[in-house]
């Protein structure tokens, strides 16, 4: 069986948000492994630490100094400073994320949620598409 859905998540601030309880609802109760896609270029998904909100803090202190909006290279900053930048933390991170299911509950880690990686300093609406494998 195969189920895909597409949602779409209100706007987040920039920042790390925890978006699994936002997908999870949206799971079919099948057992099997489940993609999860953003249809963007500015944002991203990544799945990690989801008990202490400093972590979130963390990455966003970190990805800003990897990829510092201060720097005078980048070409690409049509949308403002945050343009160019927000493409590579996004390549960095990437696009979708991967987790087993069983009987439509994710097989993740005690400490592991999905995050929603907004890059832009305005955030904005993103989409998601939910594509589930498996049998009843």
């Not at 800003?64 to 070409?75: D, G, L, R």
């Amino acid at each position: 069986m195969v189920d895909q859905k597409q949602i779409t998540l209100n706007a987040y601030p920039r920042g790390f948000h925890l978006i699994t309880d936002e997908v999870t609802k949206h799971l079919p109760k099948i057992t099997g492994v489940v993609n999860v896609f953003i249809q963007h270029t500015s944002a991203s998904l990544t799945i990690n630490e989801n008990a202490d909100p400093t972590v979130r803090e963390d990455f966003e202190t970190h990805f800003n100094k990897m990829v510092s909006e201060k720097e005078t290279y980048f070409k690409h900053t049509f949308e403002g400073p945050d343009d160019m930048t927000s493409h590579i933390k996004s390549s960095v991170l990437g696009s979708s994320v991967n987790f087993p299911i069983k009987d439509g509950v994710p097989l993740l880690g005690v400490w592991q949620g999905i995050y929603l990686c907004e890059h832009r300093n305005g955030g904005k609406i993103r989409k998601i598409i939910i594509t589930s494998y498996g049998e009843n």
